[in-house]
């Protein structure tokens, strides 16, 4: 039986920090909604602060992509390892669901 390999990537500290800073700023945001949700906010505004972290984690999957695509991506290129294409066209079949 072959064995499942799984990759990790390390970040710099600034790219961590960035990462979860972000994280930080949208567990706030869905706290937020929570209270609105607890406080009978009109629907209208509850939609907007849901769009609103809807779109922050579409920036923060952005921001993990691109850094993903310049290190990870283009490192496995450089050693030859073209099955990362692969992994890119699932990537971005799930992107697009």
Not at 26 to 39: A, H
Request: glycine letters at 4%.
């Amino acid at each position: 039986m072959e064995k499942s390999i799984k990759k990790k990537t390390i970040r710099s500290n600034d790219e961590k920090k960035k990462i979860i800073n972000r994280l930080n700023r949208i567990k706030g945001q869905i706290n937020g909604i929570e209270k609105m949700v607890d406080s009978d906010c009109y629907c209208n505004d509850l939609l907007i602060q849901v769009v609103a972290a809807e779109k922050s984690l579409k920036s923060l999957a952005n921001f993990i992509l691109e850094n993903h695509l310049y290190k990870c991506v283009a490192e496995d290129l450089e050693k030859g390892d073209f099955q990362i294409i692969d992994e890119l066209i699932s990537l971005f079949k799930r992107f697009n669901n």
